[in-house]
């Protein structure tokens, strides 16, 4: 009976986690007349009309684009910037270390907003206002913080007898943390860039103000979407269920390294 109770909690968690989703799905195989006219619990008359427009039209499908680009370019910058500062944290001792780990943990916890007008001004001041590059910096603030944080639990569990066996057989630092350490690691930082791509792919405030159209990110697309007739909610719901995939897709490879990550580090 006991079983049979956890079997059924279990069923309707899982239920009610995969309702909002099944009801996006269901709302972009129908038409927007068909939504604000009909309720139904499942397409009657599918069309993939919501998902022809996405693909075809320039400002739907380059949001998608301008998206990946900045959330690829920020976690790359972001594990750049984390891997070498978090193996100082974890291998050095040194005045005001453990505050300085404190200050950066603090920039994680600071909302987003507090750091808007000074990212605007600045940009528009140098010129990279609307551009990818900007959006990628502005999200380092955050992110580089927690990958500091959840790679230096990573490197701390690695003996330091490995670094000194390294040093002895010739090895210069940056041969024994290019070829030996960092694959030591190598959950680690796919747990990290999980992370980092995640919360640079939902944050909406900082890359909808710093891009207007060029470097147009699809969530500032999403919000824009409002017209004369009202809301389309067949095109909203086909452009959501296409921003679940990318993250859908980077939970599937990094799957692995996840769940020793949830054992082993600090995640």
């Keep these: 009976?006991?079983?049979?109770?956890?079997?059924?909690?279990?069923?309707?968690?899982?239920?009610?986690?995969m309702l909002p989703i099944y009801w996006m799905v269901n709302m972009s195989l129908r038409s927007n007349a068909a939504i604000l006219t009909q309720f139904s619990l499942y397409p009657i008359d599918p069309t993939l009309e919501n998902y022809i427009r996405i693909f075809t039209d320039p400002s739907w499908y380059s949001g998608y684009v301008n998206s990946i680009i900045y959330v690829s370019l920020n976690t790359a910058i972001s594990l750049t910037v984390?891997?070498?500062?978090?193996?100082?944290?974890?291998?050095?001792?040194?005045?005001?270390?453990?505050?300085?780990?404190?200050?950066?943990?603090?920039?994680?916890?600071?909302?987003?907003?507090?750091?808007?007008?000074?990212?605007?001004?600045?940009?528009?001041?140098?010129g990279l206002i609307d551009t990818h590059i900007a959006v990628a910096i502005a999200h380092c603030l955050f992110n580089v913080p927690l990958a500091v944080w959840i790679l230096e639990g990573f490197m701390s569990g690695v003996p330091r007898e490995v670094d000194e066996t390294a040093y002895i057989d010739g090895y210069s630092f940056p041969r024994f943390f290019a070829l030996v350490f960092v694959p030591l690691i190598r959950t680690g930082i796919g747990v990290t860039a999980f992370f980092c791509f995640m919360f640079s792919w939902v944050e909406l405030l900082l890359a909808r103000t710093l891009t207007t159209t060029e470097a147009k990110p699809i969530a500032a697309v999403m919000t824009r979407t409002v017209s004369a007739t009202g809301l389309d909610w067949g095109l909203l719901a086909a452009a959501g269920v296409l921003t679940i995939v990318p993250g859908a897709l980077v939970i599937w490879f990094v799957r692995n390294y996840m769940a020793k990550g949830f054992a082993m580090g600090r995640v």
């Design 1 to 17: 009976m006991r079983i049979q109770k956890r079997t059924l909690a279990l069923g309707l968690y899982l239920v009610l986690l």
């Design 82 to 126: 984390a891997l070498p500062a978090a193996y100082a944290f974890s291998r050095y001792r040194f005045l005001g270390d453990k505050h300085l780990f404190f200050w950066l943990l603090t920039n994680r916890m600071a909302p987003p907003a507090v750091f808007l007008l000074p990212f605007f001004q600045l940009y528009s001041t140098v």
